[in-house]
């Protein structure tokens, strides 16, 4: 569900880290978006969990 999924900025938030960080994060592991709405893209958990770890937070 769409609902689940997170943007970047929020994800940023919940980590306690920069947008920067975390687009970078996204860009250097090559993830693709669980859902789109529009132009921004919604990660799923799994997803996060990498995006966490790729940025040591």
């Known amino acids: 569900m769409a609902d689940e ?3 970047p900025g929020n994800i ?3 980590l306690g880290v920069s947008d ?3 687009k970078k994060a996204i860009k250097d ?3 693709e978006p669980a859902a789109k709405r ?3 893209s919604f990660y ?3 997803q ?3 995006i966490k770890a790729a ?3």
């Open 5 to 7: 999924n997170l943007s």
């Open 12 to 14: 940023a938030k919940a």
């Open 20 to 22: 920067g960080k975390v």
């Open 29 to 31: 592991l090559g993830l």
């Open 38 to 40: 529009g132009v921004c």
């Open 44 to 46: 799923a958990p799994d």
């Open 48 to 50: 996060v969990a990498k």
């Open 55 to 57: 940025v040591g937070a």
